[in-house]
């Protein structure tokens, strides 16, 4: 991406996060802020989400190597300015509504008539179409709630909805696919000329990533579908077990009839290989209650890290079900530096994780989020401004 500029009038973070992996693969983004508020998320520090004298990690996370411009789009000064920079431009990037692009003069026709070849793309909620085109969205109400992901994950015993298990879930993966969308965007500018309107949505990423429960949902005619607690896995061979340390392993070994005498064997149970009740997937299956507890009791004899080791040279697939901090030493994580070390602007030390694709087996440049206007005087410099005509602006408050 070295060469293209991105220009990104946008907030929080599902779409800010695109911007922030095409740094990582080269690209010059530039984040436009107004000059007093800024982006809202650097408002996060003040409420509580991050460490006291800590990183805003939140802040940090989708907006890494960007460069910060702060213009007052209310302002006819900072719309001139931000058309200049439209002008400079490959892409132009934003999460704002209907009628706020309207408002701001900063809908598609407006900014082509400024850049004809510029690739255009909108993230939103629900969508551009519809009756609730209007109205904005999270990635836990737009992708996770209303896609049916959090009913399906939810044991009807539990008698409520489970959350996300991080927060910005849905963000970071929506984020990815605009990032995969603007790639192709500019294959095809780059093979036909053409500068495509690319729109991407959190509930249409919710109903891709729901999409072979809904098509399941479809075929069988059924409102839900089933659910499970452990104990009552109708596939002993795809659950997850409770060690002797109260942790757990997950097991995905769907070829059963060809793991099932290596894991009996593991699990120190060779009894049970050749049992009448589990000796076939189908038996399995049948009394699938029993053969739970059969292996339930197998890896409760063995702590998480002593199943680590006895596991190892098995050929079923199996993981640890690890919590978020483990991942930063995790053996797997650390060889193939899927996490990154950086500091902040006051040189606070953190860490970051890199987008999920390496190029020739490397990783992009991960580089910390900017403060807030940092680059404003660097980047209207660039673009032919003078210092006395960027003085005026300040005065002016069109720019920080």
Partial sequence: MEGIRVVEVAAWTYVPVAGAILTEWGADVLKIEHPESGDPQRGLVSSGLIPAGGVAHMFELPNRGKRSVALDLKSKEGREVLMKLVASADVFLTNFRPA??????????????????????????????????????????????????????????????????????GDVLGGLTLAGAISSALFHRERTGEALTVDGSLLSLGTWAMGAAIAGAHAFKIDEFPKFTPDQSPNPLVNSYETADNRHISIVMLESDRFWPELMTVLESPE???????????????????????????????????????LEPISGVWAPVQRPRELITDPQVEANNYIADLEDAAGTPFKLVAAPVQFNEEQGEVRRAPEHGEHTDEVLLEIGLTMDEIIGLKVSGAVL
């Fill in 100 to 169: 706020a692009r309207k408002k701001l003069g900063i809908d598609v026709d407006d900014v082509r008539t400024h850049n004809d070849k510029i690739i255009y793309v909108r993230g939103s909620a629900a969508g551009q179409h519809g009756p609730e085109s209007e109205r904005g969205g999270y990635d836990m109400a737009s992708f996770w709630s209303r896609s049916g992901a959090a009913d399906t994950v939810s044991p009807t015993s539990l008698g409520y909805p489970v959350n996300m298990p991080s927060p910005a879930f």
């Fill in 272 to 310: 049970l290989i050749d049992d009448p009740r589990f000796d076939s997937h189908a038996k399995r299956a049948k009394n699938h209650v029993e053969c739970v507890a059969a292996v339930a009791a197998g890896f409760a004899k063995k702590t998480l890290e002593e199943w680590k080791i006895a």
